[in-house]
């Protein structure tokens, strides 16, 4: 009887903290990265589309960390530099694959030109000299 007992208020106490638990990690890694109101539109399309992995400052997320994505570092200003815009808004629009950088996603199919035109902008202030 007593086990019975037990084992019900068990079931109350763990099964809501066991979905409370699951509910936040999947928030974490799911939930996208908070925009700042002032953010200009390259900077609102990076923070959206980009930064759940290659973090909101380009070094990478932790998100990234716990998947193993290894997504480079963005403000790496020697290595930046040898990529031409060209070759950015291309990468950003049909994604790694074709060339040898599988984990890099495709974004043509989301953004329009001008927006990844922005987004090269954006990826060229994050290895800008401060
Ligand atoms: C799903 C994770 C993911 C997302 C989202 C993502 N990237 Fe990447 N990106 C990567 C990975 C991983 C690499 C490294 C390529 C590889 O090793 O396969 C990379 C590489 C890059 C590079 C370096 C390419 C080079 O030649 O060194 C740039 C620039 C870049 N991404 C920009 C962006 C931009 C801009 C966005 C948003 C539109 C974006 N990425 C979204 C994963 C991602």
Not at 62 to 69: N, V
Not at 79 to 102: N, V, W
Request: hydrophobic share 45%; aromatic share 8%; with cysteine.
């Amino acid at each position: 009887m007593l086990r019975r007992v037990k084992a019900k208020w068990l079931l109350i106490i763990l099964a809501p903290t066991l979905l409370l638990i699951a509910g936040s990690i999947l928030a974490l890694v799911f939930l996208p990265h908070p925009v700042p109101n002032t953010a200009t539109a390259g900077q609102r399309a990076y923070l959206t589309h980009c930064a759940g992995c290659h973090g909101a400052n380009g070094r990478g997320s932790w998100r990234s960390t716990i998947f193993f994505i290894r997504p480079g570092d963005l403000t790496d200003r020697a290595a930046m530099d040898r990529l031409s815009d060209e070759y950015l808004f291309g990468l950003i629009k049909h994604g790694g694959a074709t060339i040898g950088l599988p984990g890099m996603p495709a974004f043509g199919y989301h953004l329009k030109d001008p927006e990844i035109r922005e987004l090269v902008a954006h990826v060229r202030m994050l290895s800008a000299p401060k």
